[in-house]
């Protein structure tokens, strides 16, 4: 009955977006530069915590963009304390592993994975959890010298669980993901440039319009050729991406299966210290 009630919440807010244009937590200006739309993540309280109708009306901006003729290329980006905190961990706290599997989230984040038209990220503050995991899907990085990168769901019981495990080990490597995955530590930006994560890194006052002259430069190239070279790049690791993502989701899944993980969510929520017991 309580996965029934997730469920019906889920497509309850899939159809209220749908049928009503305007969006609550995403701000899409088209034209920010010719060819270029700009969509800015705009929950600035919750440090552009990812709740699910925020990820739902962002799936629905860049389908929207990805038909627009008008639009060749497009950044994302956050302010300048946050690019995204993370999932909502209010949102998932209570949640068991079942009530996640039910809820799917994960078909909104796959969706936004097939949009077709280039995204540059331009990030500054934190992009952390499912924030760092959201970056790292668009196709290339511009980061302010202030730039937060992390994947700390281990301290609050769980694991990444929208390609962090993937996509992070592939950008910098097996040993610097491990110690990044199994501490949540953060990367800084100029760290997270040696590695190869981002692209650029550079002053905070100019990052945004650095991801926008990028996007401006890729969008003056054929549309046509651009997304076949997007895709071609893709595909380079595409095959055992989605063997992995599969696999993480499942392990992400099971973690709500813990005491540990209600622990550590809950412990968040009420600002404090979690206890764990391995149980
Ligand atoms: C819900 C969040 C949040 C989050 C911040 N907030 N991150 N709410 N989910 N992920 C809220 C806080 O509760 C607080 O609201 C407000 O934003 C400001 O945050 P503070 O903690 O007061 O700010 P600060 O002390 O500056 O610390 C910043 C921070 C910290 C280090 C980024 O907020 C933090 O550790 N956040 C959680 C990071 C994290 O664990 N992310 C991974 C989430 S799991 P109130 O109203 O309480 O004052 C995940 C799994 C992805 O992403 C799986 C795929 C979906």
Redesign the pocket.
């Known amino acids: 009955m309580k996965g029934f009630l997730f469920i019906h919440n889920y497509y309850h807010s899939i159809s209220f977006v749908q049928t009503h244009q305007s969006m609550e937590f995403i701000k899409v200006t088209e034209q920010k530069e010719p060819f270029v739309a700009l969509v800015e993540l705009n929950r600035p ?3 552009n ?2 709740n699910r109708q925020l990820m739902v009306e962002l799936l629905e901006a860049l389908q929207a963009l990805d038909k627009n003729e008008q639009v060749r290329a497009i950044v994302l980006t956050g302010n300048e304390q ?1 690019f995204a ?6 949102q ?1 706290a209570d949640q068991s592993a079942i009530d996640m599997l039910m809820v799917d ?2 078909s909104t ?1 796959d969706m936004i994975r097939k949009t077709k038209k280039p995204i540059v990220a331009a990030v500054s503050g ?1 992009a ?4 760092c ?1 959201l970056s790292m899907m668009c196709d290339t990085i511009i980061a302010s010298e202030t730039a937060k990168f992390g994947q ?2 281990i ?2 019981g ?1 694991i ?3 390609g962090g495990t993937q996509r992070l080990t592939k950008a910098v490597g097996k040993a610097k993901a491990m110690e990044l995955i199994l501490t949540g530590r953060f990367l800084s930006a100029q760290e997270a440039l040696f590695y190869g994560l981002v692209c650029k890194v550079v002053p905070v006052e100019v990052y945004l319009q650095e991801a926008l002259t990028l996007a401006k430069e890729i969008a003056q190239m054929s549309p046509i050729a651009v997304q076949l070279a997007k895709e071609a790049i893709n595909r380079s690791f595409e095959t055992q991406l989605d063997e992995g993502l599969a696999f993480e989701r499942k392990n ?1 899944y099971l973690t709500f299966a813990s005491a540990d993980q209600k622990e550590g969510m809950k412990a ?2 009420e ?1 404090r210290k979690p206890h764990y017991t391995g149980k």
């Open positions: 309280k919750e440090l915590a990812l946050a905190a993370g999932a909502d961990i209010k998932m989230q994960f984040w934190f952390l959890g499912g924030g995991e700390p769901e301290k609050i769980t990444p669980g929208a992400f968040f929520v600002k």
